[in-house]
């Protein structure tokens, strides 16, 4: 005998069989088993936004990707896993994709602490599960901000000289690099 399947390939099955062809012999019983796998994959990609007024474009974030699948090493896209387990570093405006991750895992994101720096993390989609066919995103987001300091301008005006007239007005402009309208104290 000769058992065949249809190839479902194009699908996306693998398929494995055993017994698909023998002899059959009276008394026995013969068994012709057909396996069809269809595992599908997706994409995690870690995305680092700064903002504020005092972030930096230029500083490296640390991160760590931790798969619930420790049998998982080796580069998947941009990250590279030892027992399920990727660390790497972003800056902002940064992204980092781990393609091809096996439906149903779950993964989870963290990023150092960067509080003592002055940064204030808030995230999306940190923990989650793989979907076949998806792409999950754990989004972070560090914003500094610092309380703008205001120092002081003083102009003064000194007249020397045996023939200088001292009530005499001098005209000064003044140009600010900042928009906004500044409070003077003095006389002209």
Same mark, same amino acid.
């Given at each position: ?80 896993? !030892?027992?399920?387990? #990727? /660390?790497? +570093?972003?800056? %902002? @405006? $940064?992204?980092? *994709? &781990? ?22 993390? !808030?995230?999306?989609? #940190? /923990?989650? +599960?793989?979907? %076949? @066919? $998806?792409?999950? *995103? &754990? ?38 690099? &900042? ?10």
């Amino acid at each position: 005998y000769v058992v065949t399947e249809e190839s479902y390939a194009n699908e996306g099955y693998i398929t494995t069989k055993t017994g698909d062809t023998g002899s059959i012999i009276g008394g026995s019983v013969q068994t012709a088993a057909f396996t069809n796998t269809r595992d599908t994959y997706g994409d995690l990609i870690v995305t680092k936004t700064v903002k504020g007024n005092a972030a930096s474009t230029t500083k490296e974030f640390s991160f760590t990707v931790t798969l619930s699948d420790t049998t998982i090493n080796g580069t998947y896209g941009d990250m590279t896993f !030892t027992d399920g387990v #990727a /660390t790497f +570093t972003l800056k %902002g @405006g $940064e992204s980092k *994709t &781990a393609t091809d991750l096996p439906n149903g895992i779950t993964y989870e994101v963290t990023e150092a602490d960067y509080s003592a720096d002055g940064y204030v993390t !808030t995230s999306e989609g #940190a /923990t989650g +599960t793989i979907t %076949g @066919g $998806e792409t999950v *995103t &754990a989004a972070f987001t560090n914003t500094r901000n610092v309380t703008p300091q205001y120092g002081r301008l003083t102009v003064k005006k000194t007249v020397t000289g045996d023939l200088a007239n001292k009530e005499q007005y001098f005209n000064f402009t003044i140009t600010f690099n &900042a928009e906004g309208s500044y409070s003077y104290t003095g006389s002209k």
